[in-house]
């Protein structure tokens, strides 16, 4: 099935590894450093120490070319930063006195200086460090880091291939420095920024590197005429560099679109695109450019982003057909396998029907070499992989996990109408008023407050088998009682039970449905020295029994006022989980909102009027290109509705979001039709407010007005001018006093004193409006 010239040189490859180690040495390392437990000189060694078992585990796995730069001490955008000299003016004296000291100065701030903002990697949960650029800037090259980690992984005897953020995306995703006008568009600053690069690129030639990597994920995004032409002009002079090493431009995470015609005609070596998901449109967008003759094609058919293993067949099918379409063909993941845990071997306690289904870093990495060996020397040097593989992937589809009849017979029975709630609004705020009997101005939070070190030793306890479930059970009570007490005091109207007993809001949840599974060491990065381990949505979502009822009942025995039942609503339940790929990811939403829409209506029944299901991640699931968002969109809010629908009108349902600009998806929001939403706003001094009175938003909303990101107590003066403008955009029959967001994070002293002061301005801003109206 192949041709050989283009096929004997197959190599496999990948773009990044996972950095942490499989103890998380670097977490400890770094952490140590920061804490003064070990010095600069120790935190190097460890670091080579991590590079170097990295790539002797990629190389003794068989993989041809070794990536190096790739790893850092905490986020290779902020790498990239101070490797084309664009250090922050506020900074460059803390790096000037130390380098060191000086990088993590940039990450994380000082008592004095405020960090680079932090932000998402794309679409990823990876979150890195904004690179602020002015008309001022100046660059200049540090060739310092990838040279010596590219030497290291020679001197190991390895061919390696630097890796580095590409000049377009690294100006696509920086920001206008503070001061610097918000039209600056950093990419202006590009002619400044080649010559750098060039210097970059033959400091890495003359350390003897052949091929240098440079992604460019940005342009897999919608770009504007101006940008794409950059993206041409960028590498045409790369390209027309005579002392150079040759040059792959990586793209991932989407298709490239528009981008592929002029990469594919740029004076490059290589282009490595991503043929999984929606970006295995490239394969036929590449045949329509007339493939890459005289180049090399690195093909991304193992997914980087997802723990399941690859349909061996499939890929391979996509491989033979690429080979007719660039002079060398080599087979990669879709992306950095930075985004997936390291070692599924290391799960001991999963389930046997879906652990042989795992594939995190070195899986994955296994796969690759396979498939390059398949390509390469024929399919016959890797049937039992084949076999296997195909053995694997029919007892999925054969397993009870994956297709619970009882699951699927109710999702395909879904009705327009059970995503409908039974009355439209209007007529539902009237009942909820009679209802709820809530004044103007209601004052609520968004379900945590402080979750104190008590609270956590308790948790400690219980999986340490020293507290039994009674005993921990008594803790969580004793939590609630002092915050329904504390509210009540205070005088907030619709309570909250606190979410005490929560570790984490997908977690949770994760824990109580079946079909969910947990690792013991899954962890990946998400910023920096955190890791978080997601749980994941391995087969049909069903609910044994409820989840939230006991604790809502509980803290509404104690008190006349409505209390409020919490839950995390289906969307953001797949964006913070590894999702299956074995089914649309809307029927796997449908399946989860069919779960809640149960627990919301057990709610309801044990005398709940007041439910809301949060939705913080709804925003920053939007796929990467703008075609694609409707049909998210639709299923999302689908979802959502599903969730929340099977309750009686005078039932409210709330609705809660944070982290994102909503401008754009304000008819989304409108889409979910619930009665009331809470929004992140306190910063943004209630932009958002605006944002849905331009948009006619009909419902009731609560822009946040306590910056609960900041230990600041707001003063009761601050919360009023805030509600006064909210009530400019927002009138006040529909606008709701809250924080932006849980409280989980804060100390009880603030919380006490901001939430006071927001009760006390709520009540102030109420005796204005009663004056003035008849
Ligand atoms: N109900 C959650 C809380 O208060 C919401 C968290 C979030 O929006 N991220 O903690
Ligand atoms: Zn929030």
Redesign the pocket.
């Known amino acids: 099935m192949t041709t050989k010239s283009a096929a004997a040189a197959t190599r496999a490859t990948v773009y990044g590894y996972p950095r942490q180690g499989p103890h998380r040495e670097l977490k400890k390392a770094v952490e140590g450093y920061w804490a003064g437990r070990i010095d600069a000189d120790a935190l190097r060694a460890a670091s080579v120490e991590l590079r170097r078992a990295n790539w002797r585990r990629l190389a003794d796995a068989g993989i041809h070319e070794v990536p190096t730069g790739d790893f850092s001490l905490y986020d290779h955008v902020l790498d990239t930063t101070v490797l084309v000299g664009a250090i922050p003016t506020r900074h460059r004296a803390a790096v000037d006195a130390d380098a060191l000291a000086g990088y993590f100065a940039m990450a994380r701030g000082t008592r004095d200086v405020a960090p680079l903002e932090m932000t998402k990697w794309f679409d990823t949960n990876y979150h890195y460090l904004v690179p602020e650029l002015g008309p001022d800037t100046t660059f200049s090259a540090n060739s310092a880091k990838p040279v010596t980690e590219f030497a290291e992984a020679v001197a190991l005897g390895l061919t390696a291939r630097p890796v580095l953020v590409g000049p377009i995306t690294y100006l696509l995703l920086a920001k206008p420095a503070p001061g610097v006008s918000a039209d600056f568009e950093p990419l202006t600053l590009l002619d400044r920024l080649l010559p750098v690069y060039a210097q970059v690129l033959a400091d890495l030639r003359a350390a003897g590197a052949e091929w240098v990597q440079l992604d460019e994920p940005a342009l897999v995004q919608d770009r504007s005429f101006a940008e794409l032409n950059a993206a041409s002009r960028a590498y045409r002079d790369l390209g027309g560099l005579v002392d150079r090493p040759k040059l792959l431009v990586a793209s991932y995470f989407d298709r490239l679109g528009e981008a592929l015609p002029i990469l594919a005609k740029a004076p490059i070596e290589g282009l490595a695109l991503d043929f999984t998901g929606p970006a295995a449109a490239n394969l036929d967008a590449l045949a329509a450019v007339g493939g890459l003759p005289g180049k090399r094609l690195v093909a991304g058919v193992v997914d980087g982003r997802n723990v399941w293993i690859n349909d061996l067949g499939r890929s391979l099918a996509t491989l033979g057909t690429l080979l007719g379409l660039a002079d060398r063909v080599d087979v990669a993941a879709s992306c950095s396998l930075l985004h997936v845990p390291l070692d599924a071997d290391a799960e001991r306690d999963i389930d046997p029907q879906i652990a042989r289904l795992l594939a995190f870093a070195r899986q994955k990495t296994e796969e690759i070499v396979t498939l390059a060996r398949g390509l390469g020397q024929g399919t016959d040097t890797i049937a039992a992989h084949l076999a296997a593989n195909r053995t694997d992937l029919a007892a999925r589809k054969a397993s009870a996990l994956t297709r619970d009849p009882a699951v699927r017979a109710r999702t395909a029975a879904v009705t327009a109408a059970d995503g409908r709630r039974s009355r439209p609004y209007p007529e539902r705020a009237a009942a909820q008023r009679a209802h709820l009997g809530l004044p103007l101005l209601p004052t609520t939070?968004?379900?945590?407050f402080p979750q104190t070190a008590e609270l956590r030793a308790a948790r400690a306890e219980l999986r340490a088998g020293r507290l039994d479930d009674a005993g921990y059970a008594k803790r969580i009570e004793a939590e609630i009682r002092e915050v329904i007490s504390f509210q009540e005091q205070a005088g907030i109207d619709v309570l909250?039970h606190g979410?005490a007993e929560?570790n984490d809001?997908v977690q949770y949840f994760a824990e109580q449905l079946t079909g969910y599974a947990a690792t013991r060491h899954g962890w990946v990065q998400s910023y920096g020295t955190r890791y978080v381990r997601p749980p994941i949505l391995a087969g049909d979502i069903s609910r044994p029994g409820p989840m939230t009822v006991r604790w809502t009942s509980f803290a509404q025995s104690l008190s006349d006022r409505p209390v409020k039942g919490?839950l995390?609503g289906p969307v953001?339940m797949l964006a913070w989980s590894f999702v299956r790929d074995d089914q649309p990811l809307g029927t796997t939403a449908r399946q989860v909102a069919l779960a809640l829409r149960d627990e919301v209506d057990d709610l309801e029944a044990a005398g709940t009027s007041v439910i809301?299901v949060?939705e913080?991640a709804l925003r920053e699931t939007l796929p990467l290109r703008t075609a694609d968002h409707a049909a998210y969109l639709a299923w999302a809010t689908e979802a959502f509705r599903l969730t929340t629908s099977g309750v009686r009108a005078e039932t409210q349902i709330h609705t809660?979001?944070?982290?994102a600009e909503f401008g754009d998806i304000v008819q989304a929001i409108d889409d979910l039709d619930a009665d009331v939403i809470s929004l992140e706003a306190a910063r943004s001094h209630m932009q958002v407010a605006h944002e849905l009175a331009a948009h006619g938003y009909p419902r009731e909303a609560g822009p946040g007005v306590y910056d609960i990101h900041s230990p600041r107590i707001p003063d009761t003066d601050e919360v009023a001018r805030l509600l006064r403008e909210g009530l400019t955009a927002i009138p006040a029959e529909r606008l709701w006093v809250n924080p932006d967001?849980?409280?989980?994070t804060r100390g009880w002293p603030e919380v006490r004193a901001s939430l006071t002061n927001l009760v006390t301005a709520a009540r102030e801003v109420r005796s204005t409006l009663s004056n003035s109206t008849p």
């Open positions: 939070t968004i379900g945590s909250v979410e929560r809001m919490m995390t953001t809301q949060d913080p809660h979001m944070c982290y967001c849980g409280l989980k």
